[in-house]
């Protein structure tokens, strides 16, 4: 079924005529109508993609097809999109409209892809099940009783459920790799500063980072070539050249040395999951990888260190949201005081005020040392003691997350279980290295992920072991119940 | 009791450029409101700053001329407060390490002494918007446009103690900028403003009384006023028995007072941290170096310089270095004319007070250098007279197109200094003044300027008075 | 660490949030248990460690002083909740 192949799968059947973009873009939308229920989208713009894949079809015609026309993406709604509504999962932005295409965005329109819709996610990207949305908790298309994951939850959900060909997310503490285990999809959070961050809504501006939410981990190095890139309108962006990932993907395991660290099996991961991840890491040795042992003695901090300084970069993020230029205006204020704090407080929900708070509090008077300094000195740390893994191994492995997607409202009381979610990814994010995650089976009928971490810069390394586990084993193949349901137009 | 004040100012300087410090919105002054805030000044969701170039050699090129330390990385802070002429709810500013540390001024005192101010620290942030109170009856409406302009915020240390010294330490910097080309210094436009920092303590005492912080100082008038009034109004609390509440005032030049913020009462956190949308800037010896090279001669140097090369009084060469524009003024036109004083004379007194009186940006002179030049050296070859001269710049004032040798000639403007024509014009001025000729004779000599100025107007002031005196006298004895 | 009354109070007030009593004590207890969660790392000893900024630990590239910005207020102010000839509006502030 076209709409659960994977993009390279779909551009060759565009190119050979089997069907046009206007039929797939159809399908994606009749689909979303029909899996309405499962929330993965806050906006769909469904004149303008039909218009794009049309002129897609005409451009393939015309022998001028892009490296992605006619392909429809769907945007974490975290992503400006010039001309359409931009929400952040927030009411605070519930009737902002985008001014500016995010460079992201941009990016992946000049190589022809459809702009499908914007995706649900958890307020400002605050939370890993995607239950602070404004626009209502999205589900996890394996058991719509569960949780998608978060904060790209609509984002994952939408390829997991076959209601896009692929998503754009963002990472900040785990933000792609999570949801892309629960839903059983491949998710990409690449190297700090590899996408540029232009238009893209910050939370987290030292930890945030944009990337491809992909059925396969060669349609992740598809969407990354196009994505990445030095961006003169973001100074943390990399100005290094973008490989052509495409042609690392065949590079053989044999030979490798693949770490693993014990703090990632720790008594938090799942019993099952453990089983799946340790299956995984023998396909890994199939292939002729050595599997290595190391240390990693700060990584304990990373839970602690993420938690500050994240929180402590929000509540600055988040000032610009004051009622006056853009997005939530109490009504009738008395005077300037009522109209910042009830416009504020009217439009954030519970948990962006929480991170607000807390992250103004470690950066006030007399706590900054002991907090925000502390924590960015365990960030170098901990990524001194990747540098010296690297040193040994190619790559790292583990668990993406210590358990499988959870029942919805099941951890909305316990913020800080919801908060040890992230325990696997942070890491990635605190060191700024890129990290992945793909499906490697099943605990009790839910996806299990796997992450890989590469060393700076070598998104090419990680991918490209995906693509040789993906070659081997069927698990990304895998699709819920309701993505083969015969729901066609 | 006798008080005396501790003075310390915060200097804020536009810097002259053609875009924003992180943005590439227009800085141009006085478009309509907010056409000139981009998507980044405005703080809209998804928006990155990226550092003007331009910022970094001013910000420098002021750090050595005050003799200061540069930093060779230098950081970017968010200073975190809420202001709606604040669009993202902080100013990305330098706290922890700026980029200009140290360094000190000798400024001009009455008498002529030296005073050393020194300067804690300058550095690079960018300007809020405007709030305007007075718009519209029940709202305040905000202009965004001046959000983003580049600023180098010049901290002094609290070593002024009149406002005197405030004022020269604040004309001294005005002067230092305007010539490095780091601001256009034009204060109408709120190029430099003052925060004024102002304690005091008995005579003699050594420790620091509670300071206030008085904001919105834009003029040097301004300055004075404010911290005259505040150094008495402290005064008079302290003496009545009160104490100074630390806090930040405002100086209201309409009632020239200060009176207390209330917006600003609450003690602020600002909750500094380095800004995460920015990456630390590193500069190199060389990048200093090339800065050095292109350093335009500083006004101290240039007022010894012209005292020597031109001979002039240092109170005349201080007057003319005290604008970079009015410098090149004279020495172009000493190019013309080589007689230093007269020129300096000239533009000292004459163009200055022409350029007073009009009200006019001392770069926008209308008459040339050149044509300034040639009028004197026609005083100085006694062609014209001085009193000729001064009608002939008035004419150029107004018609710069005029060619001043050619004006002389077709208006017959030449001094009549031929003994010949003279003496018949100076006999009859005599013979129909009797009655002063016998006061002359009665030994009242005063009265020779009388017939001078007959001869001067006989001769619509063409002819050299000084001769027409020595000829009346000849005549008269 | 407990997170007082007057502190949560104080915090409110910085980041302009308002709270009922009643959630003012329940956010203080939230920021208690984060507070707790982080406290772990004040156990490392981060004497001579370099804070990180950056990852790669680059340094800033500038942009050249060209103004390259349109007028776009129409647009921009398409999503303001109140303006009046070209100004944003806010109640009258008082000072």
New interface residues.
């Given amino acids: 079924m076209m709409h659960n192949e994977s993009i390279t799968e779909q551009l060759h059947a565009l190119k050979i005529g089997k069907y046009s973009s206007k039929e797939l873009t159809e399908n994606y939308l009749y689909r979303i109508k029909k899996l309405k229920d499962l929330n993965c989208y806050i906006s769909v713009l469904e004149e303008s993609a039909l218009r794009a894949a049309t002129d897609a079809d005409q451009a393939r015609a015309k022998g001028k097809a892009g490296l992605l026309s006619g392909i429809p993406i769907a945007h974490k709604d975290i992503f400006c999109t010039k001309n359409v509504s931009t929400t952040a999962g927030s009411k605070m932005l519930h009737n902002y409209i985008a001014p500016f295409d995010a460079t992201v965005v941009a990016k992946i329109a000049a190589a022809g892809a459809v702009t499908i819709g914007k995706t649900n996610m958890d307020e400002f990207a605050m939370g890993s099940s995607n239950e602070t949305s404004y626009f209502g908790p999205v589900k996890n298309p394996w058991d719509t009783s569960r949780v998608p994951g978060g904060s790209s939850g609509g984002s994952a959900a939408a390829v997991a459920a076959g209601l896009c060909s692929a998503a754009t997310g963002t990472d900040t503490g785990g933000s792609i790799r999570q949801p892309a285990a629960h839903c059983g999809i491949t998710g990409l959070k690449p190297t700090y500063g590899r996408i540029s961050r232009w238009g893209m809504i910050a939370f987290a501006s030292s930890l945030d980072q944009a990337g491809p939410m992909t059925r396969t981990a060669e349609d992740a190095a598809l969407m990354l070539a196009l994505m990445a890139g030095n961006d003169p309108k973001d100074s943390t962006c990399i100005g290094d050249d973008v490989p052509t990932y495409l042609e690392y993907l065949n590079s053989s395991l044999d030979g490798s040395c693949i770490g693993i660290c014990e703090d990632f099996f720790t008594d938090g991961l799942e019993a099952k999951s453990e089983q799946v991840i340790q299956e995984a890491i023998k396909i890994f040795e199939h292939l002729g990888a050595k599997i290595k042992s190391i240390k990693l003695p700060h990584i304990r901090y990373s839970v602690p260190a993420y938690y500050v300084i994240a929180p402590a970069e929000a509540s600055t993020n988040l000032s610009r949201y004051d009622g006056v230029r853009f997005g939530h205006r109490c009504k009738d204020p008395e005077n300037l005081n009522d109209l910042f704090k009830r416009s504020r407080s009217e439009g954030f929900g519970n948990e962006v005020k929480r991170r607000i708070m807390v992250g103004a509090f470690t950066l006030s008077a007399g706590y900054y040392d002991a907090y925000y300094r502390q924590a960015q000195q365990i960030r170098r740390l901990i990524k001194n003691d990747f540098q010296q893994a690297f040193k040994e191994v190619d790559f790292l492995i583990g668990p993406t997350a210590p358990q499988t997607a959870f029942q919805l409202g099941e951890k909305t009381d316990s913020q800080i279980e919801m908060y040890l979610q992230d325990i696997y990814t942070i890491a990635g994010n605190l060191a700024g290295l890129p990290a992945m995650s793909i499906p490697v089976g099943f605990s009790s009928k839910l996806p299990v992920g796997l992450q890989l971490i590469g060393n700076y810069l070598q998104e090419g390394t990680i991918l490209s072991a995906a693509h040789q586990y993906q070659k081997r084993t069927d698990w990304h193949k895998c699709v819920p119940v309701l993505a083969i349901n015969k729901v066609q137009p | 009791m006798n008080w005396e004040a501790i003075i310390g100012l915060e200097i804020h300087v536009q810097l002259h450029t053609n875009s924003k410090i992180f943005s590439g919105a227009s800085t141009a002054f006085g478009a309509e409101p907010n056409t000139q805030a981009s998507a980044v000044d405005l703080g809209l969701p998804g928006v990155l700053p990226v550092v003007n170039e331009a910022v970094y050699p001013k910000a420098v090129a002021f750090g050595l001329s005050i003799g200061a330390d540069i930093s060779r990385l230098s950081v970017f802070d968010r200073k975190n407060y809420f202001y709606p002429d604040l669009p993202k709810g902080y100013q990305i500013t330098q706290m922890d390490k700026p980029i200009v540390l140290g360094g000190s001024v000798q400024i001009s005192l009455d008498g002529g002494t030296l005073k050393e101010i020194r300067i804690t620290r300058a550095h690079l942030e960018e300007d809020a918007g405007k709030s305007l109170h007075d718009e519209f009856p029940s709202n305040t409406g905000i202009d965004l446009n001046r959000a983003g302009i580049p600023l180098l915020e010049i901290v002094s240390e609290p070593d002024m103690r009149t406002a005197k010294e405030a004022v020269a330490y604040a004309r001294y910097i005005h002067q230092l900028v305007t010539y490095l080309g780091v601001s256009d210094g034009n204060m109408s436009e709120g190029s430099l403003r003052c925060d004024a920092n102002v304690s005091i303590r008995p005579m003699g005492g050594t420790k620091m009384g509670t300071r206030t912080e008085t904001k919105n100082v834009n003029s040097f008038k301004f300055l004075e006023n404010a911290i005259n009034f505040e150094i008495t109004r402290q005064r008079d609390v302290l003496e009545s028995g009160g104490h100074i509440i630390q806090e930040t005032r405002l100086y209201d030049p309409d009632r020239d007072e200060t009176r207390s913020m209330r917006s600003k009462e609450t003690a602020m956190d600002y909750r500094y941290f380095p800004e995460p949308d920015l990456l630390p800037i590193a500069i190199d010896d060389e990048y200093i170096l090339d800065i050095k090279s292109k350093m335009p001669e500083l006004p101290r140097e240039k007022s010894e310089r012209f005292e020597s090369d031109y001979e002039i009084s240092k109170a005349d060469a201080d007057i003319l270095v005290s604008d970079p524009a009015i410098a090149d003024y004279f020495e172009a036109v000493t190019k013309i004319c080589s007689d230093g004083k007269l020129v300096a004379n000239w533009v000292r007194v004459e163009l200055l007070g022409k350029i007073n009186k009009d009200s006019i940006e001392n770069k926008a002179i209308p008459v040339s250098a050149e044509e300034l030049g040639k009028l004197l050296n026609r005083i100085k070859d006694q062609t014209i007279s001085g009193k000729i001269a001064k009608d002939i710049l008035n004419i150029l004032w107004s018609s710069p197109m005029v060619n001043v040798d050619d004006y002389i000639n077709e208006n017959e403007l030449k001094q009549v200094s031929n003994t010949s024509s003279l003496e018949p014009l100076i006999e009859e001025v005599l013979k129909q003044n009797p009655k002063q000729v016998e006061q002359f004779r009665q030994g009242k000599t005063k009265v020779v300027g009388y017939f001078v100025g007959q001869i001067m107007e006989k001769t619509s002031g063409k002819a050299n008075p000084q001769q027409v005196n020595q000829l009346v006298l000849k005549k008269l004895t | 660490m407990k ?1 007082e009354d007057y ?2 109070e ?10 009922s009593p009643g959630e003012l004590s329940s ?1 203080g207890n ?2 208690s ?3 707790e ?6 156990t ?1 000893d ?1 004497t001579g ?8 630990d ?12 349109e ?3 129409d ?8 303006t ?12």
């Fill in positions: 997170i502190i949560v104080n915090i409110a007030e910085l980041t302009q949030l308002k709270f956010i939230k920021m248990e984060i507070l969660l982080v406290e772990d790392m004040q490392v981060t460690v370099e804070p990180m900024s950056n990852p790669l680059a340094t800033q590239i500038l942009r050249p002083d060209i103004a390259t910005s007028n776009r207020r647009v921009y102010q398409r999503s303001a909740p109140e009046r000839d070209g100004l944003y509006l806010v109640p009258k502030v008082i000072d």
